[in-house]
C-alpha cells in the first residue's frame, strides 16, 4: 500500500492536474493538501486575491468531496508541515507542481531539504505555463528583451499535450484528522467589503471551464474586433482562473485553437488571443531574468527618474478613488474597485496617467493593483506597470503618453463604459462624455453637472502635464 501527498499550489482543479494525475496513478491512498503560508510568498497576495483563493478552495473541496476525496487544508511553514502531514499520512512521495516565481525556488529548496530527511520524495511536476521561462534563449545565447522576437521563436515550438481528464481519485489513509473549512485560513476581509465581488464572480475550476467554453463558443471569433472595447464583454475574463490554476493554460491553448480549426475564419482574432497568452509566457521570462520585477525599473536608468512629490498623498489618493476629474481614468479605476479587474486597454490608460500625468511612481499603481486586482499576477502586474512607465523590457517608449481623452474617444466613442461608472457624467453628450470640462455651461446644467462640485475638476491639465513629463523623462538621457 503506498501513499502520496499532492501540495496544491497555483493548480486548484481536477482536470489536467499533473500532480494529481501522477499520485493517483501511482499510489492506492492520496492526500489532497493545501497550506497557507503567506509570509513565504513575497510580496505577499492583495485582498481580493485572497477573496478568490478562499472561494476558489470551496470550489475544490466541494469537487474532491463529490470525487469521494476530502481536501486538507493547514496553515503554517510549509516545509515543517508537509513533512508533518507526510509522516501522519505514512505518505512515501510528495507530488506538486511548479509555480514560476523567485519565493518559490526557496520555497521548494526547504521543502525538499525537509522531506529528504524525513526519507520523502519529492515530485515536481511543470505546470502553469506553456514554456520554460528559465530555458528560452536567442541566437546569441541570452534571455530576450523583446516581445516580437521571443513570442516568434517560441510560438512554433509551442505543442502542449491534450488537457487530461480528472483521474479516479484513490480514498484518503485512515489517519486523517476532519477536514478544516477554508474559513479556518483567515483569507476573507474581517470588515466585509467583498460582497460587491460575489457579485461579478464565481471562482473555482467549474465556473472557470463555463466561462472558457462559452468564450470559446462566443467571444473568441470576434476578439480582435471586441477586445479594445472596454464597455463591452470582450475579453476571456479567464485572468484569475489562469492565475489560481482553475483552468490549466494547455486546455486553454488547445480550445482555442481547435476554435481556429472549426471556423477558419476566426484565424485573426484566435491568433490574437493566443499571442496574449504568449504576452503572460513573457512576462515570466522576464521574471526569471530580473527578481527584482515589482520594484526595480528592469531598465535602471528610470531609478534616477525624478518623481512629483505628493506628500499628503492627495494625488494617489484622488486616482485610486476615481476621482481625477477624467472620466476614463475614474471609469477604470471605480471598476477595479467595484469588481477587482479593470479591463486591459483601461488599465494602460490608467497607468499612463499615474506615471506620466500625475509623475508618480509605478510601485504606488503595482501596489495598488496587488492588493485590489482578483486576477494578480506578479509577472504580469510587474511587466504591466514597467510596460506603461517605459522602463520595462519592450516598454512602450516614453513618449507615447496615452491621451486619455482620445482613448476615450476611440475605444469608447460612446461613452457607455464612462456612463456606467461615472454616473456623475452620464448626462453628457457623447461629444462632452471625455472631457466634461470642455462642455458647454449649459449642456453641463441640462445633465446636472456642476465641475468642482459634482464631479471634480481635471486634477492636472494633460497638455501641461504631458509637457512636463517628457521634460522629466528627456533629462535622463
Ligand atoms: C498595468 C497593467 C497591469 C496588469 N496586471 C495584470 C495582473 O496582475 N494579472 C494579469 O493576469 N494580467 C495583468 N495585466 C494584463 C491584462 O490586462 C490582463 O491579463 C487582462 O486584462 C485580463 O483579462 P482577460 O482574461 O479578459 O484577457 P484576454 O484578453 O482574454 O487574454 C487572455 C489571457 O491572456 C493573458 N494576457 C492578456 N493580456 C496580457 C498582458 N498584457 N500581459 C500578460 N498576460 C496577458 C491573461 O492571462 C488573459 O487571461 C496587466 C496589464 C497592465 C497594463
Redesign the pocket.
Known amino acids: 500500500m503506498s501513499t502520496a501527498l499532492v501540495w496544491l499550489r497555483r493548480d486548484l482543479r481536477l482536470h489536467d492536474q499533473p500532480a494529481l494525475a501522477a499520485a493517483a496513478q501511482r499510489a492506492n491512498r492520496l492526500v489532497p493538501l493545501y497550506i497557507h503560508a503567506p509570509e513565504e510568498a513575497t510580496p505577499a497576495e492583495g485582498a481580493a486575491s485572497r477573496w478568490w483563493l478562499h472561494h476558489s478552495l470551496a470550489a475544490l473541496a466541494e469537487a474532491l468531496a463529490t470525487a469521494g476525496s476530502r481536501l486538507c487544508l493547514d496553515s503554517g511553514a510549509t516545509a515543517e508541515r508537509l513533512r508533518h502531514w507526510a509522516q501522519v499520512s505514512e505518505a512515501d512521495t510528495v507530488y506538486c507542481t511548479t509555480v514560476a516565481e523567485p519565493w518559490a525556488r526557496r520555497q521548494e529548496a526547504a521543502v525538499r531539504a525537509a522531506l529528504a530527511e524525513a526519507g520523502v520524495a519529492l515530485e515536481i511536476l511543470p505546470d502553469g505555463l506553456l514554456t520554460d521561462p528559465s530555458a528560452i534563449r536567442n541566437r546569441s545565447g541570452t534571455p530576450y528583451r523583446a516581445f516580437t522576437p521571443f513570442w516568434r521563436s517560441v510560438r512554433p515550438q509551442i505543442d502542449p499535450p491534450r488537457p487530461a481528464p480528472a483521474p479516479a481519485l484513490p480514498p484518503l489513509p485512515d489517519a486523517i484528522p476532519e477536514p478544516q473549512p477554508p474559513e479556518a485560513l483567515g483569507l476573507l476581509p474581517r470588515i466585509r467589503w467583498d460582497s460587491k465581488l460575489e457579485m461579478h464572480w464565481r471562482p473555482g475550476e467549474p465556473a472557470a471551464r463555463e466561462r472558457l467554453a462559452r468564450?470559446i463558443d462566443g467571444g473568441l471569433a470576434d476578439?480582435t474586433g471586441q477586445?479594445d472595447r472596454p464597455a463591452r464583454d470582450g475579453?476571456?475574463?479567464?485572468?484569475?482562473?489562469?492565475?489560481f490554476g482553475e483552468v490549466s493554460v494547455r486546455a486553454?491553448w488547445h480550445a482555442a485553437a481547435d476554435a481556429r480549426a472549426a471556423q477558419p475564419a476566426a484565424e485573426a482574432s484566435v491568433d490574437a488571443?493566443l499571442g496574449?497568452?504568449g504576452?503572460?509566457e513573457?512576462?515570466y521570462h522576464l521574471l526569471w531574468q530580473d527578481p527584482e520585477l515589482d520594484r526595480r525599473p528592469f531598465d535602471r536608468r528610470f531609478e534616477a527618474f525624478p518623481w512629483r512629490e505628493d506628500p499628503d498623498g492627495a494625488l494617489l489618493g484622488a486616482w485610486r478613488r476615481g476621482e481625477t476629474g477624467i472620466p476614463l481614468v475614474d471609469a477604470g479605476m471605480r471598476e477595479l474597485w467595484a469588481t477587482g479587474?479593470?479591463?486591459?486597454r483601461v488599465?494602460?490608460v490608467?497607468?499612463s496617467f499615474l506615471v506620466k500625468n500625475l509623475r508618480l511612481p509605478w510601485q504606488h499603481?503595482?501596489a495598488h493593483?496587488?492588493d485590489t486586482?482578483v486576477?494578480?499576477?506578479?509577472?504580469?502586474?510587474s511587466?504591466?506597470?514597467q510596460?506603461?512607465s517605459g522602463c520595462g523590457a519592450d516598454a512602450a517608449p516614453y513618449f507615447r503618453i496615452f491621451n486619455p481623452v482620445r482613448q476615450g474617444e476611440r475605444f469608447d466613442p460612446d461613452g457607455d463604459y464612462v456612463r456606467q461608472w461615472v454616473p456623475e457624467v452620464a448626462g453628457l453628450p457623447k461629444s462632452h462624455i471625455h472631457q466634461p470640462w470642455k462642455a458647454p455651461a449649459d449642456a453641463r446644467a441640462r445633465s446636472g453637472l456642476h465641475l468642482g462640485r459634482s464631479y471634480p475638476e481635471p486634477l492636472v491639465d494633460l497638455g501641461t502635464s504631458r509637457q512636463e513629463a517628457l521634460a522629466a523623462f528627456q533629462a535622463l538621457g
Open positions: 468564450f476578439y477586445r475579453t476571456s475574463r479567464l485572468s484569475p482562473r489562469l492565475h486553454v488571443f496574449e497568452l504576452w503572460r513573457f512576462g479587474w479593470m479591463h486591459n488599465r494602460m490608467v497607468g499603481g503595482e493593483f496587488r486586482l486576477d494578480w499576477d506578479l509577472a504580469s502586474n511587466m504591466g506597470w510596460w506603461v
